[in-house]
């Protein structure tokens, strides 16, 4: 018993220590460092068999939160309810104040949840400010979760869900003035969803610029930064907005099943207590957890100390750069249509593209079949958006030069035998 005791208390000393790591400062790479980013490829086991450029779903894990995730787990499964009832409860505070740190928050000021579609719904349906006749707005650009939870607020609560759509192809200005004027000509509104970084599309809307419309209307603004958390350099607060949820299992790079709300300082009745919880006064009983996955919470501070040796502003430059890659030699070619401006303050890693006279789900889905079977390249299709569906294309921090070099003549081939 001694003996495992030991082990025990290694065990939470190890994972103090490793979120101490995540305040180093991180060694800048030029973006087009290519042996540099070989080096911190090579800390990704990724299969080879393809070519991976659909990397918005999750991010795959480097092999230090591989390690620690592992460790963890195993130490979960071992100990049991010894170490969750006891020691787990620091190390959970550790790992939560490591994620508010990140965030640039306060810790009492966010609560862990599953997934960031989760947590938004949490906050979009359990918003208390909207009644009969008050409006609410969002875009088509937005996933698909959250537009479900703003149509069924609206329901709930006997409002109008008013949904606009974005400029086919948008430039910063064009995004800015499609908001300033939906904001202008609805009245009585009382909360705007804003997405920072398309799923669909990949467009980085200027989030800051926009909130204050909202709010000079009396509106508070819902976030959506699942895409754009670690992959933009920002910390939430910037953002101006109230209300917020991210990921941690996309471009931080934590293990699945690991996300988070937040809500800013003096706002939190403005979200009603989670149902199962409703007497809670604190930002975390607005999502009812229960019994979750602890390792993936608990592998958050190594997830954060890999990041911090990278850098976002170094990381995004590098997702950029590749992007800029397969978009720049396509950039005109007759028949295709890359949805996204090459302005680097509207797109990080992802662009989708279309080809022309193809716009059905079935069209897009065929495009990516036709990517991995003949070429053996990995991309996804989107629907949603009012043109019509798309394929996105979404490099990481693993893809090589010579990864995104093949999608050019892919895409010349197919343009060419699809385009109508």
Same mark, same amino acid.
């Given at each position: 018993m001694q003996a495992t005791r030991r082990e025990a208390l290694a065990a939470a000393a190890g994972l103090t220590a490793?979120?101490?790591?995540?305040?180093?400062?991180?060694?800048?790479?030029?973006?087009?460092?290519d042996a540099g980013w070989a080096r911190i490829a090579a800390q990704y086991p990724v299969t080879r068999e393809i070519v991976q450029l659909e990397?918005?779903?999750?991010?795959?894990?480097?092999?230090?939160?591989?390690?620690?995730?592992?460790?963890?787990f195993a130490r979960l499964n071992?100990?049991?309810?010894?170490?969750?009832?006891?020691?787990?409860?620091?190390?959970?505070?550790?790992?939560?104040?490591?994620?508010?740190?990140?965030?640039?928050?306060?810790?009492?000021?966010?609560?862990?949840?599953?997934?960031?579609?989760q947590g938004l719904s949490a906050l979009i349906s359990q918003f208390r400010d909207v009644g009969p006749g008050d409006r609410i707005l969002y875009s088509d650009t937005d996933y698909e979760a959250t537009q479900?939870?703003?149509?069924?607020?609206?329901?709930?609560?006997?409002?109008?869900? *008013?949904?606009?759509?974005?400029?086919r192809l948008a430039t910063h200005d064009s995004v800015i003035a499609a908001y300033a004027e939906a904001i202008a000509a609805?009245?009585?509104?009382?909360?705007?969803?804003?997405?920072?970084?398309?799923?669909?599309?990949g467009l980085v809307l200027p989030v800051a610029?926009? *909130?204050?419309?909202?709010?000079?209307?009396?509106?508070?603004?819902?976030?959506?930064?699942?895409?754009?958390?670690?992959?933009?350099?920002?910390?939430?607060?910037?953002?101006?907005?109230?209300l917020v949820g991210i990921n941690f299992h996309k471009w931080v790079g934590a293990p699945l099943g690991i996300a988070a709300i937040w809500i800013r300082g003096g706002l939190t009745d403005t979200i009603a207590p989670?149902?199962?919880?409703?007497?809670?006064?604190?930002?975390?009983?607005?999502?009812?957890?229960?019994? *979750?996955?602890?390792?993936?919470?608990?592998?958050?501070?190594?997830?954060?100390?890999?990041?911090?040796?990278?850098?976002?502003?170094?990381?995004?430059?590098?997702?950029?750069?590749?992007?800029?890659?397969?978009?720049?030699?396509?950039?005109?070619?007759?028949?295709?249509?890359?949805?996204?401006?090459?302005?680097p303050r509207l797109h990080g890693a992802s662009t989708s593209f279309r080809i022309r006279g193809r716009t059905s789900t079935a069209d897009n889905v065929a495009i990516t079949d036709a990517l991995l079977q003949?070429?053996?390249?990995?991309?996804?299709?989107?629907?949603?958006?009012?043109?019509?569906?798309? *394929?996105?294309?979404?490099?990481?921090?693993?893809?090589?030069?010579?990864?995104?070099?093949?999608l050019v003549p892919a895409l010349r081939v197919l343009v060419g035998e699809m385009a109508k």
């Amino acid at each position: 018993m001694q003996a495992t005791r030991r082990e025990a208390l290694a065990a939470a000393a190890g994972l103090t220590a490793l979120a101490s790591t995540a305040a180093h400062a991180a060694v800048p790479l030029a973006a087009g460092d290519d042996a540099g980013w070989a080096r911190i490829a090579a800390q990704y086991p990724v299969t080879r068999e393809i070519v991976q450029l659909e990397n918005g779903y999750w991010g795959s894990m480097a092999q230090p939160v591989i390690d620690a995730h592992a460790e963890i787990f195993a130490r979960l499964n071992r100990d049991n309810s010894w170490y969750a009832r006891r020691a787990m409860l620091k190390d959970l505070a550790a790992a939560r104040e490591a994620a508010a740190a990140a965030m640039g928050v306060a810790p009492d000021e966010i609560g862990l949840c599953g997934n960031a579609a989760q947590g938004l719904s949490a906050l979009i349906s359990q918003f208390r400010d909207v009644g009969p006749g008050d409006r609410i707005l969002y875009s088509d650009t937005d996933y698909e979760a959250t537009q479900g939870a703003m149509i069924s607020l609206a329901r709930a609560r006997g409002a109008e869900a *008013v949904k606009i759509s974005l400029p086919r192809l948008a430039t910063h200005d064009s995004v800015i003035a499609a908001y300033a004027e939906a904001i202008a000509a609805t009245p009585r509104l009382k909360l705007v969803l804003l997405t920072h970084m398309s799923h669909r599309t990949g467009l980085v809307l200027p989030v800051a610029r926009i *909130v204050p419309l909202a709010k000079a209307r009396g509106a508070q603004v819902i976030v959506d930064a699942a895409q754009s958390f670690f992959h933009v350099d920002f910390r939430l607060p910037d953002l101006g907005a109230d209300l917020v949820g991210i990921n941690f299992h996309k471009w931080v790079g934590a293990p699945l099943g690991i996300a988070a709300i937040w809500i800013r300082g003096g706002l939190t009745d403005t979200i009603a207590p989670s149902p199962a919880e409703p007497d809670a006064t604190s930002v975390q009983g607005r999502v009812h957890q229960g019994t *979750v996955d602890f390792a993936a919470q608990l592998s958050l501070p190594a997830a954060f100390a890999f990041q911090s040796t990278i850098g976002t502003p170094a990381k995004l430059a590098r997702l950029q750069a590749l992007r800029n890659r397969w978009v720049a030699p396509l950039r005109g070619l007759d028949g295709l249509e890359i949805l996204l401006p090459d302005d680097p303050r509207l797109h990080g890693a992802s662009t989708s593209f279309r080809i022309r006279g193809r716009t059905s789900t079935a069209d897009n889905v065929a495009i990516t079949d036709a990517l991995l079977q003949r070429f053996g390249i990995m991309t996804v299709q989107r629907t949603g958006l009012a043109a019509g569906s798309c *394929v996105r294309v979404t490099p990481s921090l693993f893809t090589s030069p010579a990864d995104v070099d093949a999608l050019v003549p892919a895409l010349r081939v197919l343009v060419g035998e699809m385009a109508k």
